[in-house]
């Protein structure tokens, strides 16, 4: 349903998309520097400040003071929210390190969903075009943390609505489409490295143009933990990735409306697993892309 409300504004989807990614790379990379001896509340402050010195190159500025919990294992927290019908908003979380994982669920004031981000990660993103000014009130859930609780930081960013699709602010370094993939997938198999995964296969590339679609066979082995990501250059706006099993059943996918789709999952079964890479939104056809895939 979110992707069929927000996928109708490309100036909106193009905009999350350079965020999203920059953002993730940003806090992946400092994650890779290594936070010893530095407080909680020091590692979560200074991720907050990173993403924010990082969005004010796309226009958005924090509404109000960081918002810092601490959330015991398996806890919730609900925080108010404030959104201006105008404005378009980014609500990022961050998480000492020991959080695993993290969710956000955003409701309006009558209680309904607006947006949720429930993938298994510490950093989750609500981005989202208010539907009406008020108090919003937005629920964090522990799902995992390696000790009793954890410090977990909320920004809210907010940024005018976009009404130039020309030329946006926030994008990639670099202006060719192979070197912004590469760079991405560098900077992730660092991270990636730095957490113990190791390379499962080559990466590959390719083009799609809206609405295309490309396979990869992965051989499996059950019980083996798999970590797959997507990458796309600038004019990506949304891609997902779906991984069937060799009776092309669906066993996980990322649908979320963002071009750096993610998979994690340990293999249920040995066998040829395949990987579909589905591009929704190409605003300069065609869109290159790059998939990694890691194992441990």
């Given at each position: 349903?979110?992707?069929?409300?927000?996928?109708?504004?490309?100036?909106?989807?193009?905009?999350?998309?350079?965020?999203?990614?920059?953002?993730?790379?940003?806090?992946l990379y400092l994650s890779f520097l290594g936070w010893t001896g530095i407080h909680a509340q020091d590692m979560v402050e200074e991720k907050l400040i990173g993403i924010a010195q990082h969005l004010e190159n796309?226009?958005?500025?924090?509404?109000?003071?960081?918002?810092?919990?601490?959330?015991?294992?398996?806890?919730?927290?609900?925080i108010p929210i404030e959104l201006n019908a105008t404005k378009r908003f980014n609500i990022w979380g961050v998480c000492d390190?020991?959080?695993?994982?993290?969710?956000f669920r955003l409701a309006n004031a009558a209680g309904e969903i607006v947006e949720v981000d429930q993938l298994?990660?510490?950093?989750?993103?609500?981005?989202?075009?208010?539907?009406a000014t008020g108090t919003y009130q937005l629920s964090i859930t522990m799902y995992n943390c390696k000790?009793?609780?954890?410090?977990?930081?909320?920004?809210?960013?907010?940024a005018p609505a976009i009404t130039d699709y020309a030329?946006?602010?926030?994008?990639?370094?670099?202006?060719?489409?192979?070197?912004?993939?590469?760079?991405q997938l560098n900077f992730l198999a660092n991270e990636m490295q730095n957490q113990g995964w190791n390379p499962l296969q080559e990466s590959s590339f390719f083009n799609?143009?809206?609405?295309?679609?490309?396979?990869?066979?992965?051989?499996?082995?059950?019980?083996t933990a798999i970590k797959l990501w997507g990458v796309c250059d600038k004019n990506c706006a949304d891609m997902d990735l779906v991984l069937l099993d060799a009776e092309r059943n669906l066993v996980v996918e990322d649908v979320l409306i963002d071009a750096q789709p993610t998979l994690e999952i340990t293999a249920p079964d040995t066998g040829t697993y395949i990987l579909i890479a589905r591009m929704y939104q190409c605003v300069e056809e065609p869109?290159?892309?790059?998939?990694s895939y890691w194992t441990r």
């Open positions: 349903m979110w992707k069929s409300f927000l996928i109708d504004d490309p100036n909106f989807t193009l905009q999350l998309r350079m965020t999203l990614t920059m953002i993730r790379i940003l806090v796309g226009d958005f500025s924090a509404t109000d003071e960081f918002d810092y919990i601490y959330i015991p294992n398996q806890g919730d927290v609900t390190e020991n959080c695993v994982d993290i969710d298994n990660d510490a950093m989750p993103l609500i981005a989202v075009n208010a539907p000790t009793d609780s954890c410090r977990v930081g909320v920004g809210t960013f907010a030329n946006p602010t926030l994008g990639l370094e670099g202006d060719n489409a192979e070197a912004v993939v590469n760079n799609l143009a809206a609405s295309g679609e490309e396979s990869v066979s992965l051989d499996l082995t059950a019980g869109c290159r892309v790059g998939l």
